[in-house]
């Protein structure tokens, strides 16, 4: 009995903090629900309608970060005033994104778009949450109607499987993946780099195997739970535009994604690298990144 209850509550403190996320996500969806009954609410989840029970989702989940990361958001700044894509490292658990969605419409009243996996819209009891703040699927149609209409859309092509299988080492895995220059050519916008500091740190995945990377590959779902949740600290950083150039072709574009030639002058880097390389320890190393909650000369 003493083995079992010592497994069992190893196992709880393990998986405490990703299964309180998960309870906060699903808790969030039922309150939604209750405000859209009471206030006989039919409007689109997208509309203005919405920003008062969105800013009060918000500021739960800032709060949030604040206690548990110390979460610090920088370079807002560089953030276009019209449509732009933003382009995110994958961490285990993308909860840092969701701290920087939070803030960002706390701060600037505006929502940004997320493309999500198909597994994601698949998840049950989900639906309102997803509609309300934003959750779309990342087809080609659906992310040039949310540009065309003034929105920031912020894609991972890294995506489930770099939230799988990558680690401390912080490397991208992207492979082939072009569609979010296709779309910003078209959409003549710019595309903006994003990441968040120590993510992998705060929350990661078991070591890969490959009998775990060959049932994801088959099915395509994240049979490996992720673990963790230490309060390290938390900053998402915002890198600058590449700006849309009519000259350009989506290969190049691309390419100078690949290449940071503008950002940072990590020439031969690709802008989120850029971003990882300038602000994160290589390999991630915990301790480190929960004795930075106590830095207060870095800012």
């Known amino acids: 009995v003493i083995i079992v209850s010592l497994t ?31 206030n006989e609410l039919k409007a689109d989840p997208l509309s203005d309608v919405w920003n008062s029970v969105r800013e009060t989702i918000a500021s739960f989940w800032d709060i949030y970060a604040r206690i548990w990361h110390g979460y610090e958001l920088h370079g ?29 419409f706390l ?15 698949r998840l049950p009891g989900l639906k309102l949450l997803l509609a ?28 489930v499987r770099e939230a799988l299988f990558s680690d401390e080492s912080y490397q991208l895995m992207w492979g082939n993946r072009k569609g979010f220059a296709q779309v910003a050519l078209e959409a ?5 780099p994003m990441y968040t500091q120590n993510v992998r740190e705060g929350y990661r995945m078991f070591k890969e195997r490959r009998f775990f990377r060959q049932l994801y590959e088959s099915t395509r779902l994240p049979f490996t739970p992720p673990y963790g949740g230490l309060p390290v600290k938390f900053r998402t950083y915002i890198g600058k535009p590449i700006p849309y150039d009519p000259n350009i072709t989506t290969e190049e574009l691309v390419e100078k994604v690949c290449k940071g030639k503008f950002f940072f002058s990590f020439q031969t880097k690709t802008a989120v690298q850029a971003l990882i390389s300038k602000h ?20």
């Open 132 to 159: 309300v703040t934003g959750v779309i699927p990342g087809t080609r149609q659906e992310c040039l109607v949310a540009l065309k209409n003034g929105y920031l859309v912020s894609i991972s092509p890294g995506g």
């Open 8 to 38: 069992i509550s190893g196992i709880l403190v393990f998986f405490i903090v990703p299964l309180t996320i998960v309870f906060f996500i699903y808790l969030t969806n039922i309150l939604l629900l209750i405000y859209q009954r009471n």
């Open 107 to 121: 701060w600037k009243k505006r929502l940004c778009l997320s493309v999500a996996d198909h597994f994601v819209f």
């Open 76 to 104: 807002v700044e560089n953030l276009p005033e019209g449509p732009g894509i933003l382009v995110y490292y994958h961490g285990a658990i993308p909860i840092d994104y969701l701290y920087f969605l939070s803030r960002l």
């Open 280 to 299: 994160q320890t290589i390999p991630g190393n915990i301790w480190k990144a929960l004795l930075e909650r106590f830095d207060k000369r870095r800012k």
């Open 188 to 192: 003549k916008v710019p595309i903006i």
